[in-house]
């Protein structure tokens, strides 16, 4: 995949300056560069917290004449409009 990146001159100097020196493209040293700095566990300060589930229940049950063992009631009282 293509994309654009915008570094700073210098930055961008030393990075096509080290990749000349490891005969390499600077593709690949920001390739590898970008492994590396993926394959690192994140600090736990840093990572994002899972949010919590919030649990929303309501007093009730099913109505009357609702059979969830019988599929095809079901449906028929469904389109009926209950």
Do not use: C, Y
């Not at 990075?15 to 040293?29: F, G, I, N, Q, V």
């Amino acid at each position: 995949m293509k994309t654009t990146i915008e570094l700073p001159d210098d930055l961008f100097v030393a990075a096509k300056r080290r990749a000349a020196e490891d005969r390499t493209t600077l593709r690949a040293l920001v390739e590898r560069g970008l492994r590396v700095q993926l394959r690192r566990p994140r600090p736990a300060a840093r990572r994002a917290a899972s949010p919590a589930i919030a649990w929303v229940t309501v007093a009730g049950g099913l109505p009357d004449g609702v059979n969830l063992a019988d599929r095809a009631a079901m449906h028929d009282w469904l389109r009926t409009g209950r």
